[in-house]
Antibody, heavy 119, light 107 residues
Framework: EVQLVESGGGLVQPGRSLKLSCAASGFTFSNYYMAWVRQAPKKGLEWVATISTSGSRTYYPDSVKGRFTISRDNAKSSLYLQMNSLKSEDTATYYC????????????WGQGVMVTVSS | DIQMTQSPASLSASLEEIVTITCQASQDIGNWLAWYQQKPGKSPQLLIYGATSLADGVPSRFSGSRSGTQYSLKISRLQVEDIGIYYCQQASSAPYTFGAGTKLELK
C-alpha cells in the first residue's frame, strides 16, 4: 500500500524558514517523480514543486521560485521542501504527492501538513 | 500559464441523479487532464486521468470525456459517498494548474 506521511509543519513568522519532510513507503520511491501541492484554508489546490527521479531536475511555479527548494533522498525514500522567506500567503496545508505514470498527474497524496505564517 | 475554468462552482443534486461537471482549458492540452475528488477533511484522490481513464478502485459510475478543450466529469448515479469538492487539473505543461473546484452537495 502506497503511503506518504508529511511532517515538519507549524507556526512560523514571516520571513523565516521551514522545512517539510515526506516519508514514502509501499512503492519504489526512486522510480517516481514527486511533488508538493498546497491548499490555502478554504481555497483550491496549487502545485508548488516537482522533482525528477534522480533529483537532478526541479520545477516550480513563479509564486515560489527562488524561495522554495524541493529535494529528495532516494536511499531514505524521503522528499523534502525547504521554504525560505515565508509570506502570509504561503499559509496552507502542504501535501506530498506522487506523480503518476501517465503524465504530471498526482496519483497518491499524503494526509497533508499545516503551515501557518503569522507574526 | 494554462487557465482551467471549472463550472459550476457549486451543485446540489439528489441521490441517483446524473451529475456533470465541466472544465474549459485556455489552450490545447490534448488528453492531459485529470479529475480529483476531495471529501471533507481529507486529501484529494485521483478519479480520472488521461481525460477518460478511470483510476484504480474508482467506481464505474464515474466517467470522463473530452470535446476539444472542454472536459467533463460525469457521475451516472449520485451516491451519498460522492459528496465533496471536485477539481480538474491540466498535466500538459508546467505550471500544472487546477480548476477552482466544484462543491457537490446533496439536495
Amino acid at each position: 500500500e502506497v503511503q506518504l506521511v508529511e511532517s515538519g509543519g507549524g507556526l512560523v513568522q514571516p520571513g523565516r524558514s521551514l522545512k517539510l519532510s515526506c516519508a514514502a513507503s509501499g512503492f519504489t520511491f526512486s522510480n517516481y517523480y514527486m511533488a508538493w501541492v498546497r491548499q490555502a484554508p478554504k481555497k483550491g489546490l496549487e502545485w508548488v514543486a516537482t522533482i525528477s527521479t534522480s533529483g537532478s531536475r526541479t520545477y516550480y511555479p513563479d509564486s515560489v521560485k527562488g524561495r522554495f527548494t524541493i529535494s529528495r533522498d532516494n536511499a531514505k525514500s524521503s522528499l523534502y521542501l525547504q521554504m525560505n522567506s515565508l509570506k502570509s500567503e504561503d499559509t496552507a496545508t502542504y501535501y506530498c504527492a506522487r506523480h503518476g505514470e501517465f503524465g504530471a498527474i498526482f496519483d497518491y497524496w499524503g494526509q497533508g501538513v499545516m503551515v501557518t505564517v503569522s507574526s | 500559464d494554462i487557465q482551467m475554468t471549472q463550472s459550476p462552482a457549486s451543485l446540489s443534486a439528489s441521490l441517483e441523479e446524473i451529475v456533470t461537471i465541466t472544465c474549459q482549458a485556455s489552450q490545447d492540452i490534448g488528453n492531459w487532464l485529470a479529475w480529483y475528488q476531495q471529501k471533507p477533511g481529507k486529501s484529494p484522490q485521483l478519479l480520472i486521468y488521461g481525460a477518460t481513464s478511470l483510476a484504480d478502485g474508482v467506481p464505474s459510475r464515474f466517467s470522463g470525456s473530452r470535446s476539444g478543450t472542454q472536459y467533463s466529469l460525469k457521475i451516472s448515479r449520485l451516491q451519498v459517498e460522492d459528496i465533496g469538492i471536485y477539481y480538474c487539473q491540466q498535466a500538459s505543461s508546467a505550471p500544472y494548474t487546477f480548476g477552482a473546484g466544484t462543491k457537490l452537495e446533496l439536495k
